[in-house]
T-cell receptor
């Protein structure tokens, strides 16, 4: 079993829809959680960074962490064609800078 | 603030050769991590350097090595290249201090081994 499991997708949604992305993890030592967006043939871009359970909002993006269930989510509101990309969840523990990644979910937003 | 830069962006090598990739972190960041990204395995951690010392290492063979210089720039080296080493190699920069774990990635070096 992998440390981090991510819903495989792919996802295809119409413009303006809410995109919901999810990851589960097995390592209870994970304390820091990140979501990255990666366009084709580019490096991952950090979207959200959280370290506590609960919600964090930044513009159209909301990150949700539930440590008791070992579950994290990313919501994208009012999705745009420019949001079409692969989304990766990543996490690390308190003493470690090694990131463990999910496999990524490819999202296509149709105009 | 300038982002993470990686050179070269593209490399083509043949089996048995060696290669050196370079990474310049965000100014003020002291931690540099390296990752390998392939379609089959996704993003896998290679190693992390902080203040010229390797703090952590992933499960890769000894052919993969790295170092960090006093200005925080880092290099990774792959010796005796194999076809399976073809991948996107990503460098990530972080402040490296407790409580600040977010990492910022560079554009990557795409290595093709023929």
């Amino acid at each position: 079993q992998k440390e981090v499991e991510q819903d495989p997708g792919p996802l295809s949604v119409p413009e303006g829809a809410i995109v919901s992305l999810n990851c589960t993890y097995s390592n209870s030592a994970f304390q820091y959680f990140m979501w990255y967006r990666q366009y084709s043939r580019k490096g991952p871009e950090l979207l959200m960074y959280t370290y506590s359970s609960g919600n964090k909002e930044d513009g159209r993006f909301t990150a949700q962490v539930d440590k008791s269930s070992k579950y994290i989510s990313l919501f994208i509101r009012d999705s745009q064609p420019s949001d079409s990309a692969t989304y990766l969840c990543a996490m690390s523990d308190f003493n470690d800078y090694k990131l463990s990644f999910g496999a990524g979910t490819t999202v296509t937003v149709r105009a | 603030k300038a982002g993470v830069t990686q050179t070269p962006r593209y490399l083509i090598k043949t089996r048995g050769q060696q290669v050196t990739l370079s990474c310049s972190p965000i100014s003020g960041h002291r931690s540099v991590s390296w990752y390998q990204q392939t379609p089959g395995q996704g993003l896998q951690f290679l190693f992390e350097y902080f203040s010229e010392t390797q703090r952590n290492k992933g499960n890769f063979p000894g052919r993969f090595s790295g170092r960090q210089f006093s200005n925080s720039r880092s290099e990774m080296n792959v010796s005796t290249l194999e076809l399976g080493d073809s991948a996107l190699y990503l460098c990530a920069s972080s402040s490296g201090t407790s409580g600040r774990h977010e990492q910022f990635f560079g554009p990557g070096t795409r290595l093709t081994v023929l």
